[in-house]
């Protein structure tokens, strides 16, 4: 756990503080790395209205017999799995769990690619695999193995189903953004990974994750993101860009675990964290559904007309991205959204 307990974001230091964290978070590689997808999307010939909702957290296949298959799989970079294998594995795990989490679904069954030297360096990774899998309930069915590779790299992928989804691409101007993290836990020694997963009952993690099918289901929430690499800032962008509308941000309303700088929590990789939509009227009861559970969940800002994704703090602002002008992802719909 961390040493200090969750507090509310210091005020920045005027507009002049306020443009600076946004040009700081603007060239940071956390939320530059995420502009990839804008290369990768143009060469496999997908937009916004491709099948299965390029952009999203997970592919969206609909049923025939209704509902929706959900598709997902994260990679990750040599550095994050050589620094510390048995939490990558975990990490194999988790991430994809979210994936599906956040579009309101319910994984049913992972596959894993394993590339390393031997059996034994590869040890630790398919242990933190195993771990994972078993805590959070979901079995590993298959994948590919190479153990004649130059150094160690994982790749793992997810099959779930919704019967209601949670999209990143249906947020709407005049709804309000909530941050739902869980806060207790610590920073990993490396990179900016906020950890709340580990040490934690098995039963604790898997309802904790199906609290997003059930706020898809009751029809509270219906736009949303898990934060990722990018952290909140990035992934408000992605949300934004998505759905075709701006979103401000009130900074003064973050809640940050205790002795955080800002910027780093703006740009961190939570474990259990979701930026979410709701219609005004809804926001307290998507809050309590979370605090029931003891996770923070705060209103941090509204979607808002246009394409600018702007900081505010202490009554000053600063424009963090407008991605009409500078795309992101480069899937924003062919029309703005509107209310």
């Not at 964290?273 to 307290?284: E, I, K, S, V």
Request: hydrophobic share 50%.
């Amino acid at each position: 756990m961390s040493g200090a307990g969750p507090r509310p974001a210091p005020a920045a230091a005027g507009p002049e503080g306020l443009a600076a964290l946004a040009g700081a978070l603007r060239a940071h590689p956390s939320i530059r790395g995420k502009r990839a997808i804008a290369a990768a999307t143009a060469e496999l010939g997908l937009g916004a209205a491709s099948a299965g909702q390029p952009g999203d957290d997970a592919a969206v296949l609909p049923r025939p017999g209704g509902g929706y298959d959900l598709l997902a799989g994260e990679g990750f970079i040599p550095a994050f799995v050589a620094d510390d294998p048995w939490f990558a594995g975990w990490c194999g795990v988790m991430v994809n769990l979210s994936d599906i989490a956040a579009m309101g679904g319910r994984a049913v069954a992972l596959i894993d690619q394993v590339w390393a030297p031997s059996a034994e360096a590869a040890a630790p990774m398919m242990a933190g695999l195993r771990a994972a899998a078993e805590a959070y309930g979901v079995p590993v069915v298959g994948g590919h193995t190479n153990y004649a590779g130059r150094e160690l790299s994982l790749a793992v992928s997810v099959f779930g189903r919704a019967e209601a989804l949670i999209s990143g691409a249906a947020a709407r101007p005049g709804e309000t953004l909530i941050a739902a993290v869980d806060l207790r836990g610590a920073y990993r020694p490396s990179f900016d990974n906020f950890c709340a997963a580990l040490d934690v009952a098995p039963e604790r993690l898997r309802a904790d994750l199906a609290l997003l099918p059930e706020l898809a289901e009751a029809g509270l929430v219906r736009a949303g993101k898990d934060i990722s690499q990018g952290g909140i800032a990035g992934t408000a962008l992605m949300l934004a860009e998505c759905s075709g509308a701006g979103i401000d941000i009130d900074l003064d309303a973050l809640v940050l675990p205790g002795g955080t700088d800002p910027e780093r929590w703006l740009r961190s990789f939570p474990s259990f964290g979701f930026l979410l939509t709701a219609r005004p009227q809804d926001a307290a009861a998507v809050c309590a559904r979370f605090a029931a559970r003891d996770i923070s969940a705060t209103v941090i800002g509204t979607v808002t007309p246009g394409s600018a994704v702007t900081f505010r703090s202490g009554g000053a602002a600063a424009l963090f991205w407008d991605h009409a002008a500078t795309p992101y992802l480069g899937l924003a719909p062919k029309e703005p959204s509107h209310a």
